[in-house]
């Protein structure tokens, strides 16, 4: 995709968000499976079911600036959930990788948070309020889960993989 305008960037990293959204998807059930605490299990439980509703929004989205939804391969968020997956497997010890999970984990939300925070106000420059609302509230939900993923990792598992 040739990128000429703010509109062209626009959609190019809407759909890069797309097909990240798509990965990380398809990534927890492995962290569900390979978490140890069982409120960082149901955390990501419910962050997988929440994907389903980022998805829809992003999918109304380029209906509403009629396009196809569709990915861009996203390196970025790749290499975000190749690294976890690597250190899921070297990690013995289950709060140790626990505490691995939640780094990863927050890294995914970071880069959401960074370009759906993106969108939104590319979208508000360019017109499209009913897009840049939805935007946001998935930006709500991205910044809550890194908030919980704090929560979590400062309660009590960062001290138990430290112990």
């Known amino acids: 995709m040739s990128i000429k305008t703010l509109d062209d960037l626009f959609i190019h990293t809407l759909k890069d968000i797309f097909f990240a959204e798509t990965q990380i998807k398809k990534a927890l059930p492995k962290m569900i499976e390979n978490a140890d605490d069982g409120k960082l299990r149901g955390l990501f439980e419910d962050h997988l079911d929440e994907i389903n509703t980022h998805l829809e929004r992003l999918e109304r989205a380029f209906q509403l ?3 196809d939804a569709s990915g861009e391969k996203c390196p970025a968020i790749v290499g975000i959930i190749t690294e976890a997956e690597e250190l899921m497997s070297e990690i013995d010890d289950a709060d140790t990788r626990d505490a691995a999970m939640i780094g990863a984990a927050q890294a995914v939300e970071h880069y959401e948070i960074t370009r759906y925070g993106t969108l939104c106000v590319w979208a508000n ?7 840049r609302d939805l935007l946001e509230q998935t930006l709500s ?3 809550d889960a890194d908030d919980k993923l704090s929560q979590i990792a400062e309660g009590k598992l960062n001290a138990q993989a430290a112990a």
């Open 141 to 143: 939900e991205e910044k």
């Open 125 to 131: 420059q360019l017109g499209y309020n009913e897009v």
């Open 65 to 67: 600036l009629g396009k």
